[in-house]
């Protein structure tokens, strides 16, 4: 496999999208070793992938709305190594009027090498005026929620 590989499916008994990735030779340290920023590019493809799955997208090019991150954590529980092939899943875990919070749950042959979390919000972003935060459509969230599987 070269590169990355979307694989659009849901876990309809825990509401949580899966998307399967490779680790790439780039992304190691001089041990072979996954470096820990990485860790966040992974868990934020598998966020637009989800988004692909429900048949949105997260950034269109000249849009003035955007979705910033407030917040961004992971905690470590194994490595990763280059050709280690992984899963990362996704679940929304909590929305509010104006941001939605995804967990994420990294695992290798189903042994679980990390989780993490990352908050977001949608944002007016047209130049010249300071960001402001939008309500966040419900039509979103009932699209995001269906393709993890979860009902709105």
């Known amino acids: 496999m070269a590169g990355s ?34 860790f966040f590019r992974y868990m934020e493809e598998a ?12 950034a269109r090019a000249g849009e003035t709305t955007g979705w910033p991150r407030l917040a961004a954590s992971f905690d470590f ?13 996704v679940r929304i875990a909590n929305v509010t009027r104006r941001s939605l919070r995804y967990e994420f749950t990294i695992t290798k042959d189903g042994a679980p090498v990390g989780s993490g979390t990352i908050t ?11 960001m ?15 393709a993890t599987g979860g009902s709105s």
């Open 5 to 38: 590989r979307n694989q659009r499916s849901a876990d309809n008994r825990s509401n949580v999208f899966r998307y399967r990735r490779r680790v790439q030779f780039a992304e190691t340290d001089l041990a072979g070793i996954a470096h820990f920023a990485c």
């Open 77 to 89: 529980q194994a490595p990763l190594r280059f050709e280690d092939e992984f899963e990362v899943g």
């Open 132 to 146: 402001k935060a939008l309500d966040v459509p419900v039509d979103v969230i009932a699209r995001l929620r269906a």
């Open 47 to 58: 966020e637009h992938a989800l988004w692909r799955a429900a048949g949105l997208t997260i």
């Open 120 to 130: 977001t919000a949608l944002v007016n972003k047209t130049p010249g005026e300071p």
